[in-house]
Nanobody, 124 residues
Framework: QVQLVESGGGLVQAGASLRLSCSASGRTFSSYGMGWFRQAPGKEREFVAAISRSGLEIVYADSVKGRFTISRDNAKNTVYLQMNSLRPEDSAVYYC?????????????????WGQGTQVTVSS
């Protein structure tokens, strides 16, 4: 069983940057595919970015492509989401997720483990 803990959220102005971190427990982090999702009030949770266990495959939602960067450090059991040029519409609770097959996916039901989320609020 893996436990995921997100950090790095906060309140920023439009145009600012934030880096989210997701720390994972356990010895098998390097075998997991990792993803970031977000959920705004009154909206369904949506895919943001995903990275394969090797880090060689990466997928982004069109809405964040060119602004967000997902990366991982398997030695630190951590996955990151660097968010630049933030917009008010990026405001949401951001969740980290892991899938045990190590692959990338945009579909939340393919992920086996979830963190509790971290709030990101972008003011205009």
């Amino acid at each position: 069983q893996v436990q995921l803990v997100e950090s790095g959220g906060g309140l920023v102005q439009a145009g600012a940057s934030l880096r989210l971190s997701c720390s994972a427990s356990g010895r098998t982090f390097s075998s997991y595919g990792m993803g970031w999702f977000r959920q705004a009030p009154g909206k369904e949770r949506e895919f943001v970015a995903a990275i394969s266990r090797s880090g060689l495959e990466i997928v982004y939602a069109d809405s964040v492509k060119g602004r967000f960067t997902i990366s991982r450090d398997n030695a630190k059991n951590t996955v990151y989401l660097q968010m630049n040029s933030l917009r008010p519409e990026d405001s949401a609770v951001y969740y980290c997720a892991a899938r045990t097959d190590g692959l990338v996916s945009t579909r939340e039901w393919t992920y086996n483990h979830w963190g509790q989320g971290t709030q990101v609020t972008v003011s205009s």
